[in-house]
């Protein structure tokens, strides 16, 4: 395994051998009570769709019949998946084309259950054909090395939301991490230029305040912040200021909120946590501009002991790469305990309900929001 990333670190092997697998249906989440979801579109701004018990390579998704059978039993209709470079010594641009042809084969091989997704049209495609939409994400800029006209190669193949950074700096602009905050640089406005051309999404998770501030304006296209939480209910970098979640809304562009321990201080992230994060960003926002971008998978890590053994190898590893935020730590998982699994979204679904959400706004965060967002940037 040669790149440390947000998806080793939920499925590296090296914790992942430690992790005994337990039937799924022995937590109590059934198929049938998990499709109660379904109601609607159900889109997840930043996921996975792979089973950490089983390992992975860190490059593709893993699509085993337990996964399959898990994603459609959550009503999911698209997930954006993060292909591509995110940190490590290979070759950037080199391992994120080598990426997008093994994901590439992977859908083909699994045609009958997921596809592609270029365009909004193919998310309402995936619900009518009963599968599963992957959208192919960046979460770092590296590959586009110093040639803005690379966003072409990427468009081409099928990256349809790009992440400008991820926790430290780039040569696009500042993470979250990167003590300068200092902004957007030329050659990322020149990328976001491109990105608008190409009609992909620009994407300002993990970026520093500054870089999300300056790329909302620059951009022709209203921008997205798919997997954060609210820096004024929970104070760490990877969450989002006021001044950010009002810019974007306000300039017509999308907010998902994650499944993550950066929602608590304590690092221990409950399913309230992730309804207060909703709340504020939908009185910041307004309710047309919040969804949901888990950062997790539909499949859940069952031997939690065994996993909290290893967890402390990976958060040492991301530090020593230089990618942790504040807020990691051995004794944080990166994911919500009581909101995992297959019936995830219907949980969350029910949690809004008892808030006095309506049936409509609900809909709305769980995908009509980013089906409504993308729509606009793609077509």
């Known amino acids: 395994m040669t790149t440390i990333d947000r998806r080793t670190f939920l499925t590296g092997a090296t914790w992942a051998a430690a992790a005994s697998m337990l039937p799924w249906e022995a937590r109590g989440a059934s198929v049938q009570r998990a499709g109660a979801a379904d109601g609607g579109i159900i889109i997840n701004a930043l996921g996975g769709l792979d089973d950490p018990n089983r390992g992975a390579d860190g490059l593709v998704p893993e699509l085993s019949p337990r996964v399959l059978s898990e994603g459609h039993a959550s009503g999911l209709t698209a997930v954006n998946i993060t292909l591509g470079y995110v940190s490590g010594p290979e070759d950037p641009f080199e391992a994120s084309v080598r990426d997008i042809a093994a994901t590439d084969a992977l ?20 619900r009518a ?20 006209k690379r966003v072409d190669i990427f468009a081409n193949l099928g990256v349809r939301v790009f992440q400008l950074t991820y926790n430290p700096a780039n040569q696009l602009g500042d993470g979250s991490m990167a ?25 300002l998770s993990h970026s520093g305040e500054q870089t999300c501030l300056d790329a909302a304006r620059a951009s022709k296209a209203p921008i997205s912040i798919n997997h954060t939480g609210c820096r004024a209910v929970t104070d760490l970098p990877r969450n989002k200021t006021d001044a950010e979640l009002r810019l974007v809304a306000e300039r017509g562009g999308f907010v ?32 047309d501009h919040v969804g949901i971008g888990t950062d997790g998978s539909v499949s859940q890590i069952d031997d939690l002991n065994a996993y909290q053994a290893a967890l402390a190898k990976e958060i040492a590893e991301r530090k020593a790469a230089g990618i942790s935020a504040a807020g990691e730590r051995p004794d944080t998982y990166p994911f919500v305990v009581d909101l995992r699994g297959p019936q995830q979204f219907h949980k969350l679904a029910q949690l809004l309900a008892q808030k006095g959400y309506s049936s409509g706004r609900i809909e709305k965060i769980l995908g009509l929001n980013f089906l409504s967002f993308a ?5």
């Not at 091989?109 to 998310?123: N, P, Q, R």
């Not at 192919?136 to 090395?145: D, E, K, L, R, V």
């Not at 050659?187 to 491109?194: I, L, T």
């Open 107 to 126: 859908v083909r091989a699994h045609e009958k259950d997921v596809m592609k997704v270029l365009t909004a049209g193919d998310i309402r495609r995936a």
């Open 129 to 148: 054909e009963k599968k599963i939409g992957l959208i192919y994400g960046f979460q770092n800029g590296a590959m586009m090395g110093n040639d803005a």
């Open 179 to 203: 003590p300068e905050n200092r902004g957007l640089t030329p050659f990322g406005r020149e990328v976001v230029a491109r990105l608008n051309e190409r009609r992909v999404m620009v994407d």
């Open 256 to 287: 998902g909120i994650y499944f993550m321990p950066f929602l608590n201080a304590s690092g221990h992230a409950r399913a309230e946590d992730v309804v207060a994060h909703i709340d504020h960003a939908v009185n910041v926002c307004g309710e």
């Open 375 to 379: 729509t606009t940037i793609w077509g």
